[in-house]
């Protein structure tokens, strides 16, 4: 088998010189830079504008994109290091440099003309968040059933529609949006767009109020009349099918990153509280019960963390990666929850109260069963993949 990219077989875990400098780069600056605003983001549901401003500043915003468009020119494994450090300390902060990677930058220079790659990478690298709107109110596990329209209208197509669910709306400047030109042709019409967010007939709708990850803005799009010219079509008609499956392949490694960098985090935090927290006169850590459950979680953590880095290192030396992506995200997710939910029981009642980060960790993990595709839509794939 080809392996272009494969020079050094050695231990997932082994980083070269420059993966271990970006890391710890990515640490400092999580701990530093997002750490101080964490609470007040998930209390206010409301990510800081000039956070993300840093991000771009340090280069966060544009990690494999390659250095002619003004990008990091970073392999994928690093975007999935930088995931995985953000997560670690905030899932929000998390997700806004997953989906403006791994989806965003990811699907333009995938399938973006020359022209538009130039026009809009060196902005997702600079200044412009991005977003990616493929779910609607009733197309969600069944993606490709689009309500959304786009009729041609000589050198426009006009876009009506609206949908939902759409991360990073609030902050971004440039969407990928997804409307099929004939639902007679089912999938085979559904067809990708750029658009950018002052294009008229373009608006947000209702901001979501959720559960976790609430400094991650999720929010509605309303497309109506929405001109779109035909230079701003991403790969070509009905094409879009394979713009999303393309791209959520590989953003589920993404996903995978978030998951364990957010076990990593809840379950250093209920280490250093089960070393401090005495009961009946000892440090609970010294109670063969808690060393157990912590020696557990690490376990589960320790298992996540291969499978993601396997899947990323899979894909940056172009081997099939599909079966080992989607296994990462639904292993990766129900990790993330238990290992989350075990760790706020270390902390007993405090765990349950906003005073410790624990509840937070918990209700930020949930999402990873759900977005990107749900568990059970990874278990579709990996079903329909080991049994071919
Ligand atoms: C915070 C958040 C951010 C998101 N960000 C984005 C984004 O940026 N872009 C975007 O396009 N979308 C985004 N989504 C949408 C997300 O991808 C969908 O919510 C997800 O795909 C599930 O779709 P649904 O919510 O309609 O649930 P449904 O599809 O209605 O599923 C409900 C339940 O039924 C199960 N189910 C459905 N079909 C089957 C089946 N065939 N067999 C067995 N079980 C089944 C599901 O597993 C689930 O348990 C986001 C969602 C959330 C909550």
Known sequence: MNTPHLSLIGPLTALSEEERMFQAAAREFAEKEIRPHVETMDREGVFNYELIDKFFAQGFMGLSVAETYGGSGGTFFMAILAIEEFSR???????????????VNNALERWGSEAQKQKFLPRLVRDTVGAYALSEASAGSDAFSLAARAREDGDHFVLNGRKLWTTNAKEAGLFIVFANVDPELGYKGITAFLIERDTPGFSLGKKEDKLGIRASSTCELILEDCRVPREHLLGEVGQGYKVAIE??????????????????????????????RKQFGKPLAEFQAIQFQLAR????LEAARLMTYNAARLK?????????????????????????SECLEVYGGYGFTKDYPAEKYLRDSKI?????????????????LILA
């Open 89 to 103: 300390v905030d899932a929000s902060a998390g997700v806004v440099i997953d989906v403006q990677n791994t989806l």
């Open 368 to 384: 990873g069963k759900i977005y990107e595709g749900t568990s059970f839509m990874q278990l579709q794939t990996i079903a329909k």
């Open 316 to 340: 940056d030396a172009r081997l099939p990666f599909l079966k080992e992506a989607a296994m990462a995200k639904y292993f990766c997710s129900q990790v993330a929850e238990r290992v989350a």
């Open 247 to 276: 791209t959520l392949n590989e953003g589920r490694i993404g996903i995978g990153a978030q998951m364990t960098g957010l076990a990593r985090g809840a379950l250093e935090h209920a280490i250093v509280y089960a070393k401090e």
């Open 297 to 300: 979680l690490a376990t589960d």
